[in-house]
């Protein structure tokens, strides 16, 4: 439920572009899980329904893959935004899918690290 669930029209709209051409398709509802456990339950749903998935960053690509152009779920997963694991030894992070590459770069502030735009592996 609301907060984490929205039918609006300016969210589903905002949803359903990014910086691409592409014209806008909105999805059918957008949800922002908070941890894996709900990504995982909301996946099962929507597999179990046959309701397509749309993972949403922060709607910057420019491919047009947040469109939903069959309706569906958008998986907003900005909200999951936990640095798990940090090793300086071999240079590695883990994140959850919604750290954007800014505030990476501010918790990696101080290691002399830091994690370039076009970085593949993230």
């Known amino acids: 439920g ?20 592409h014209p806008c398709a909105p999805p059918d509802v957008v ?3 908070q941890a894996v456990g709900q990504v995982q339950e909301l996946a099962a749903l929507c597999h179990c329904c046959r309701v397509p998935m ?6 910057t690509g420019l491919e047009g ?20 694991e940090l090793s300086l030894e071999d240079f590695s992070v883990a994140v959850e899918p919604g750290v954007t590459r800014k505030a990476l770069n501010k918790h990696l502030r101080g290691t ?9 592996g993230m």
Do not use: K
């Open 2 to 21: 609301a907060p984490s669930v929205s039918t609006a029209t300016a969210v589903r709209e905002q949803h359903g572009h990014d910086e691409s051409m």
């Open 112 to 120: 002399g690290l830091w994690f370039p735009v076009g970085t593949v």
């Open 31 to 33: 949800v922002w899980p």
């Open 65 to 84: 893959g947040v469109n939903a152009v069959q309706g569906g779920v958008c998986f907003d997963l900005s909200r999951m935004d936990a640095i798990t």
């Open 54 to 59: 749309v993972p949403f960053g922060t709607g």
